[in-house]
């Protein structure tokens, strides 16, 4: 069974800092797969933010291109969100999936809530 799950959102003031995490499970992720992460800010629709492929590229999205790192963690298809310089804007609720995202598996999420 395929399964996603985030952790590590929180609370944190303007221009504060947070890592999230993401942890695959399930056959499906035993191989090498491009990864996403995409959140979900209220009242607006699910977006894409980062990207990073097996060998370690990776892309942003631009209004979070120079705040926002995701890497690799050493658990097959695990990936990581340091997210810096955190806005009021950032807040959302945080997923990770496949690219391009696989639908019916999406987790739980992980809620950031930026907050002054």
């Known amino acids: 069974q395929v399964q996603l799950a985030e952790s590590g959102g929180g609370l944190v003031q303007p221009g504060g800092s947070l890592k999230v995490a993401c942890v695959p499970s399930g056959d499906y992720f035993q191989i090498p797969r491009t990864m996403a992460w995409f959140r979900q800010a209220p009242g607006k629709p699910r977006e894409w933010i980062a990207a990073?492929?097996?060998?370690?590229?990776?892309n942003y999205k631009d209004d979070v291109k120079g705040r926002f790192t995701v890497s690799r963690g050493s658990a097959m298809n695990s990936i990581y969100l340091q997210m810096n310089g955190l806005k009021a804007e950032d807040t959302a609720v945080y997923y990770c999936?496949?690219?391009?995202?696989?639908?019916?598996?999406w987790g739980q999420g992980t809620q950031v809530t930026v907050y002054s």
């Open positions: 999936n496949r690219w391009p995202p696989r639908e019916g598996i």
């Open positions: 990073i492929t097996y060998s370690g590229t990776t």
